[in-house]
């Protein structure tokens, strides 16, 4: 055995777990040193509305209101399946670094590099990729990388899809009138909005052929998450079979 190349691998990876440790780190902080910095968007009464129900805003208001259109596609999943074994394992620290992640699995993984790593959907065990399109991710399309506890990617399960097809573009609503509505009449005392990122989502049929409208998801510290429709307001919560509400969020 090489000890010398063993001890060499050895430091890098402690070096490497030292840096995603202090990453982390430095996330916690900002995140509790920038809570509510971005309330100043938000109508006052709104703001002070937040202030009574203990509301905090920890994630960035994504900017603008691009014209979407819905995605039509045929979808074909494995989560009906056994996980799929990967070959040759990978360290997981690979997840952070696309171009990587691509090299060591895109011979194992179909069309991964049209992927993205999602860090807020992640479970224990599990690294979730949404697929993306123009740019945007496709909430209900995951590529899920399952992991051990030496930190090892070791299977995966899969949706793909075929076809992509666009409809008729529309101006979506602003992330801040999303966040207003749900402040009104979603979130519970002591909320904290952890994360808002549009993109593409849709109840998923058992069919081929799937829908998925321009969709603002929300997800709070707790994990709770919530789909707005980007063109309607209409809000459903994570796994409901129909929207929560239907209203549009004010203005």
Do not use: C
Request: glycine letters at 8%; proline letters at 4%.
């Amino acid at each position: 055995m090489d000890w010398s190349r063993a001890k060499s691998v050895l430091i890098i990876s402690f070096l490497m777990l030292n840096v995603l440790l202090g990453y982390q780190l430095w996330v916690d902080i900002s995140e509790q040193l920038n809570a509510n910095v971005n309330s100043a968007e938000l109508p006052p009464d709104k703001v002070q509305l937040m202030g009574q129900k203990r509301i905090s805003l920890t994630a960035n208001l994504p900017a603008g209101t691009p014209k979407l259109s819905d995605l039509t596609y045929l979808l074909q999943s494995d989560h009906k399946s056994l996980p799929k074994k990967l070959e040759k394992p990978v360290d997981s620290a690979l997840i952070f670094t696309k171009a990587e992640l691509v090299k060591a699995l895109g011979g194992q993984i179909p069309d991964i590099e049209d992927y993205e790593y999602d860090l807020h959907s992640d479970r224990d065990g599990v690294f979730v990729m949404h697929r993306m399109v123009d740019g945007r991710p496709m909430f209900n399309v995951k590529l899920e990388l399952l992991y051990t506890s030496n930190r090892k990617i070791t299977g995966f399960q899969q949706d793909r899809v075929e076809s992509i097809g666009h409809g008729e573009e529309k101006q979506v609503i602003g992330s801040a009138k999303v966040v207003v509505s749900l402040i009104e009449t979603y979130l519970d005392e002591g909320s904290v909005i952890a994360d808002i990122q549009l993109g593409y989502h849709g109840q998923i049929f058992d069919s081929e052929k799937q829908v998925s409208a321009p969709t603002w998801r929300v997800m709070l510290g707790d994990g709770k998450v919530y789909y707005v429709h980007a063109i309607s307001g209409e809000v459903a919560t994570e796994g409901a079979d129909e929207g929560a509400g239907s209203e549009s969020p004010a203005a």
